[in-house]
């Protein structure tokens, strides 16, 4: 099969027992192996060259089968392995060869003798050791070492390079006769494309020599990698007992079949097509991956080893050309790549043919992203960071995209471009367009660490706040001005921007001027953190004539609207405070076209401020409708939600909130998420579902932690304290009151909603004037700042409650008639609410017939909670009526109500009749616990404290004060006068 090449790359069965066991789809190879060994006719030898690309498992065949020729036909194995390091050593390859562990020593020594009287022979040639006849070593030094290859050179041959001498080529031929009269002889050269010319030339003379002796030469080599002389490609070609056999990189059953060696089964079969891609079919890559797996699940330090591996056994440029296409990604055309390295074309040309015919690239790209990542990670970090900064000019001098660019620069952690920090900007911008927020984060931060000049880095700082808020408003925090800074000038002067003064006669001593801050005002992030006066002040600022702080460019008046929205929201006290005192003046956006999504602005605000604006609810459905969640929409949406919400419309509030917080998912914001699942858990309160509440609300703190929340914590807690103390876990509610709350939060409206929770938690404690303290401070502050809307936070009913159980009903009656001529929508929850009180303050004929009312108007608001109330109400009023069968139908269906929010059914706010009439014996009536309950209970101890000191529930306390009441026909407050 003389100059004849076979392709090897079906799979087959693989022989047991040795290293060729582990070699997979070399069946073929194997086979043409044993062909080649056996004999062809004429010949007694064999000479074969395994080709192919680099990391098809070339030097794995030829030891596995120089090893198992060496056991099966006793053959003697000789092996060398060429480098490219040693490709300029003449006979390097043939001094490893003869020194082989296999020959033996005799043999060994005799072809040494032959160097040796060469160079005795021939003055100046050196002996088996490198040292010269004269004395002197090969470098015509003092006798010394030097590499045995330079032993008994005599002659020069192809292409000047030396070679031994006919007498010593003739000794060396000698020796293996005589070596080959006993047993086979197995030459095994791999890599032999690096191998030194003077060895091919010998091994040639050898085998034309030795042609009918059993001689088997073998080598391998990279078949697309030019040899260091044309041996290889045109002699050896001629010699008839050639065969070369091709190794091709594995399929995926293939690939399959080696991971199931490495692997369970059901692993290799689900990472095949994975692993195909990332190794292209090469065992090297293969097993490395293999490795990577075991150790830790994915690609590793195992794989990243392998690419290296793989890439320096190719000749220059080619490790350089896939550090450039990895680095260039979609730009690597041959032109970028050259401009890029400096290389001429056809360098490059030549180095993509190997990398394509490799099968790592595929149409310019390399054929995995984690193969790309292992090239660039196996750089030397400046080296890498150097061809980063490379990338990003080139980019740029192209006109590549800015997110492409950006991230070159990054990675080059370089600030020399004049051009970065527009780059940055324009990437970032990108990416938050795209919901990539922490790559844009990372754009700004590295745009505001380049920053040249004020306005430049005002801008800077002001889309990086305005991004890092959608993460996490904690991290905002460094970015607020100064306090100081933020004080009122005195001197005008002082905030125009300086300039020399003009030269005079006799110049004076002028005042150091006052340096204009470095820091944006910030004004939304200042309100959301409770530093409201701040805030204002800096939309005063930024609406204010003159030029804006830190050199910042002019403001659009209508970027204002998000401001002034956040600050109508949460402070509508300070809003209408400062507009009535002339300090603020709103600038609305006329032009539908300059900010389409804040149309309505206006109107949601006037609603937040004053809560009649007629309009607000149609306002408030097509902000939710026309726009989806965006950095310009976060405001205007939050208000329409208030709207609905504050208008009694908690269902169609509620479909809104969780569209809202499924686009917050989708658009990568905690901060988005957080705020819509807190308002969904008020909404779930408002619907009768308290557990919902609980959940959310949980959720809701869970995302942001108390900084990130700043004055808006108020929301959340409230909703946890309200859900908890509706589902009788008064001390999860107790723990989630304990956690302190800025000071600024009582100012916002997310404080009312605190302090009616926690006046709810109080009355669930029968603490009742703690609980009339915090509904008072909530009524106050509605009443302040004008916005004392029911359907906001119906401070009256609680208050009212709370009198009721302390026996105060004409108190509680002037509560509830205070809150009825309020606006409240007919057919809300609250006026539901307001109903039962007004039936629970109302003598009994007329109780009934609120309570009807009552329950029709819950039952359609769809407040379940409330609901269960007023029924539970009725069953009472419906009892006194004399109406037992229904009343006991009544009370079993406030009970199932009470079911579905996963709780006991709610107290009656009007008292129960005694069971049986007369006047009751304190001592006969009352057990020894319910004693003892009753005596802390009149010593003005609360539910909590009693169930501290009798090591019991608070759900016990209260079901013995509840029996108390009954069996004594007293309220709480009568308890010291009913015991004695």
């Avoid at 600024?744 to 029968?766: I, K, S, W």
């Avoid at 809300?828 to 303050?841: E, H, V």
Wanted: hydrophobic content about 45%; aromatic content about 4%; some cysteine.
């Amino acid at each position: 099969m003389s100059g004849v090449e076979r392709g090897v790359g079906s799979a087959g069965p693989v022989e047991q027992g040795d290293g060729l066991a582990g070699l997979v789809e070399r069946a073929e190879a194997l086979a043409a192996l044993r062909g080649a060994f056996d004999g062809s006719p004429g010949t007694g030898g064999s000479l074969v060259v395994l080709s192919g690309a680099v990391g098809t498992g070339k030097t794995a065949l030829l030891r596995a089968w120089a090893d198992r020729i060496g056991a099966d036909a006793d053959a003697l194995v000789l092996t060398a392995t060429a480098c490219r390091a040693e490709r300029d050593l003449p006979l390097g390859v043939l001094e490893q060869l003869v020194r082989s562990p296999g020959l033996p020593p005799a043999s060994a020594e005799r072809a040494l003798a032959w160097w040796d009287e060469e160079a005795s022979a021939t003055p100046g040639k050196t002996d088996a050791n490198g040292t010269s006849a004269n004395g002197t070593d090969a470098n015509g030094t003092g006798a010394g070492q030097t590499g045995a290859g330079q032993a008994g050179v005599g002659q020069t041959g192809v292409g000047g390079e030396p070679v031994l001498a006919a007498s010593a080529l003739r000794g060396l031929c000698e020796v293996l006769r005589d070596l080959l009269a006993e047993r086979p002889v197995v030459v095994a050269v791999d890599d032999a494309h690096h191998a030194d010319a003077a060895s091919l030339q010998c091994l040639l003379s050898v085998v034309r020599r030795l042609r009918s002796a059993r001689l088997h030469v073998l080598f391998t080599e990279y078949a697309h990698q030019k040899a260091q002389n044309a041996l290889l490609s045109s002699e050896f070609l001629h010699e008839p007992a050639l065969r070369r056999i091709r190794l091709e990189p594995l399929s995926k059953a293939g690939v399959e079949a080696l991971l199931a060696r490495h692997l369970d089964e059901r692993t290799a079969q689900d990472l095949t097509p994975v692993v195909h891609g990332m190794s292209a079919g090469h065992p090297l890559l293969v097993r490395a991956l293999a490795e990577d797996h075991r150790a830790a699940g994915g690609a590793g330090e195992a794989y990243g080893r392998a690419v290296l591996s793989f890439l320096y056994r190719h000749e220059t440029p080619v490790t350089q050309v896939a550090r450039a296409i990895a680095a260039l990604g979609a730009h690597a055309g041959p032109g970028q790549v050259g401009r890029l390295l400096d290389v001429d074309a056809a360098s490059v040309e030549r180095a993509v043919r190997q990398l394509t015919v490799a099968e790592v690239l595929h149409e310019g790209r390399l054929c995995h992203p984690a193969f790309a990542a292992a090239v660039l990670d196996g750089m030397p970090p400046e080296e890498r960071r150097a061809l980063h900064g490379r990338v990003a000019d080139l980019l740029h001098e192209e006109g590549a995209p800015a997110t492409e660019v950006a991230a070159h620069l990054v990675a080059a952690d370089r600030s020399d471009a004049p051009w970065a920090v527009p780059v940055f900007q324009e990437a970032a911008q990108l990416a938050l367009d795209e919901d990539q927020v922490e790559t844009g984060v990372d754009y700004l931060r590295a745009a505001h660490q380049r920053c040249r000049g004020a306005a430049q880095r005002a801008a800077v700082v002001g889309a990086l706040a305005d991004a890092e808020w959608r993460l996490d408003p904690a991290k905002v925090l460094r970015h607020l001005p100064d306090p100081a800074a933020m004080a009122p000038q005195t001197d005008p002067a002082a905030l125009a921007p300086h300039t020399d003064p003009a030269p005079t006669a006799a110049p004076t001593a002028a005042p150091t001027p006052t340096p204009i801050p470095t820091t944006p005002p910030l004004p939304t992030h200042l309100l959301w953190h409770g530093r409201v006066e701040e805030g204002l002040d800096a939309i005063g600022t930024l609406t204010g004539p003159g030029p804006n702080p830190a050199g910042a460019p002019p403001m659009n008046p209508a970027d204002l609207d998000t401001p002034w929205l956040w600050g109508a929201y949460l402070y509508p006290g300070h809003v209408k405070e400062r507009l009535g005192s002339g300090a603020l003046s709103p600038q609305r956006s006329t032009p539908p076209a300059v900010t389409p999504e804040l149309q309505g602005a206006g109107t949601l605000m006037n609603d937040l401020l004053h809560g009649g604006e007629r309009d607000a609810t149609e306002a408030a459905e097509r902000a939710l409708n026309r726009y989806r969640l965006g950095p310009r929409t976060i405001a205007v949406q939050t208000a329409a939600l208030a709207a609905l919400t504050y208008r009694d419309r908690p269902h169609r509030a509620a479909a809104w909130c969780d569209g809202l917080v499924a686009q917050a998912d989708e658009r990568n914001s905690p901060t988005w998420r957080a705020l819509f699942t807190a308002w969904r858990a008020l909404l779930h309160l408002r619907q009768g579902d308290p557990a919902a509440a609980e959940q959310r609300a949980e959720t809701a703190l869970a995302l942001l932690g108390s900084k990130g929340w700043g004055a808006a914590i108020g929301l959340p807690l409230a909703a946890a304290v309200q859900a908890k103390a509706a589902l009788g876990d008064v001390d999860g509610a107790a723990a989630l009151l304990e956690r302190p709350v800025p000071q600024a939060v009582f100012q916002t409206r997310t404080g009312l909603h605190y302090l009616a929770a926690r006046g709810r938690y109080h009355l669930a404690t029968g603490c009742h004037y703690a609980a009339l303290c915090d509904f008072y401070a909530c009524g106050t502050r509605m009443s302040s700042w004008g916005v004392d809307l029911p359907a906001l936070e119906p401070w009256r009913l609680g208050a009212a409650e709370a009198y009721l159980a302390l026996g105060e009903g004409l108190l509680a009656r002037q509560l509830v008639d205070g809150q009825l001529p309020l606006p409240t929508p007919d057919d809300g929850r609250t006026w539901g609410m307001t109903l039962r009180l007004r039936a629970a303050t109302s003598p009994a004929p007329a109780r009934a017939e609120l309570l009807d009312e009552a329950v029709a108007v819950l039952r359609e608001s769809g407040d379940t909670f409330e609901l269960a109330r007023a029924v539970a109400d009725q069953a009472v009023a419906v009892r006194e009526g004399g109406e037992a069968e229904r009343a006991r139908l009544l009370a079993r269906k406030a009970e199932l109500l009470a079911r579905r929010w996963g709780s006991a059914p709610a107290p009656a706010t009007v008292p129960e009749p005694p069971e049986r009439p007369g006047p009751a014996t304190p001592d006969a009536e009352l057990t020894s616990a319910e004693r003892r309950v009753a005596e802390l209970a009149a010593e003005g101890f609360t539910n909590r404290e009693i169930s501290r000191k009798l090591c019991v529930t608070v759900s016990t306390v209260e079901q013995h004060l509840t029996r108390i009441y009954r069996k004594l026909d007293v309220r709480r407050l009568d308890l010291q006068a009913a015991l004695g």
